[in-house]
């Protein structure tokens, strides 16, 4: 297995422009979830799914952030319009056994924004 | 207080040598318990889940300890290979209720 995939690895825009990840989760896993990393904050939980269906979305830091699962195979991770904090890193991780197990993270997405 | 506390470090050891990081934890309910490690620029990877009665896996052993709200990492015989950033994560229940502390930085020299 690939494991998981996430493009871009780097994302470089300018303030106000929309910003769209892409996550491909391990065939299989029914838990999907995005997570922001900033040096300041560490890990923050946005979003998580269950079969394609968003859970938990009080992370989300505001309006600018929308997520959305279409199929099994296949997740966006949106920001529009984007803002300079909004810069970090972008995990998406997946599962299947419950946490006992931990959760797969992909290689994430470096975002700047200028 | 904030849920899971780390210190950030960085803990600068010798190759060979024995050192252990603490996280503390806010909530008295929280159920399962686990370390992470992250490289430098790479992903957050499962190191081990650290259960009630404490466990081992080579040269780590996690301990739990519930009446003081915390949890360790111990690592036997430092390699170089051992630096990065050792995240711990406490779950409350329920994924939305996981919590990954800041991380602590290992840096093994020479």
């Known amino acids: 297995d690939a494991g998981v995939i996430q493009s871009p690895r780097h994302e470089v825009t300018e303030m106000g422009q929309e910003v769209t990840l892409r996550c491909k989760p391990i065939?299989?896993?029914?838990?999907l979830f995005w997570y922001r990393q900033t040096m300041m904050r560490g890990l923050e939980l946005l979003i998580y799914?269950?079969?394609?269906?968003?859970?938990?979305d009080s992370g989300m830091p505001e309006d600018r952030f929308s997520a959305k699962m279409p199929n099994a195979s296949f997740s966006t991770l949106k920001i529009q319009p984007s803002e300079p904090r909004d810069s970090a890193v972008y995990f998406c991780?997946?599962?299947?056994?419950?946490?006992?197990?931990?959760?797969?993270f992909g290689s994430g997405t470096r975002l700047t924004v200028v | 207080r904030k849920e899971v506390e780390q210190d950030p470090g960085p803990f600068n050891v010798p190759e060979g040598a024995t050192v252990a990081f603490n996280c503390t934890y806010s909530?008295?309910?929280?159920?399962?318990f686990f370390w992470y490690r992250q490289d430098c620029r790479k992903e957050p990877k499962l190191l081990m889940s650290?259960?009630?009665s404490g466990n081992e896996d080579g040269r780590f052993t996690a301990q739990l300890n519930r009446a003081s709200q915390y949890i360790s990492l111990l690592i036997r015989d430092s390699k170089l290979s051992d630096s990065a950033t050792y995240l711990c994560?406490?779950?409350?229940?329920?994924?939305?209720?996981?919590?990954f502390g800041i991380g602590t930085k290992l840096q093994v020299i020479p």
């Open positions: 991780a997946s599962g299947d056994r419950g946490l006992d197990y931990g959760y797969t």
């Open positions: 065939s299989g896993h029914d838990y």
């Open positions: 799914f269950n079969n394609n269906v968003p859970i938990d």
């Open positions: 909530n008295s309910a929280s159920q399962s």
């Open positions: 650290v259960y009630s």
């Open positions: 994560v406490v779950d409350s229940g329920g994924y939305q209720k996981v919590t």
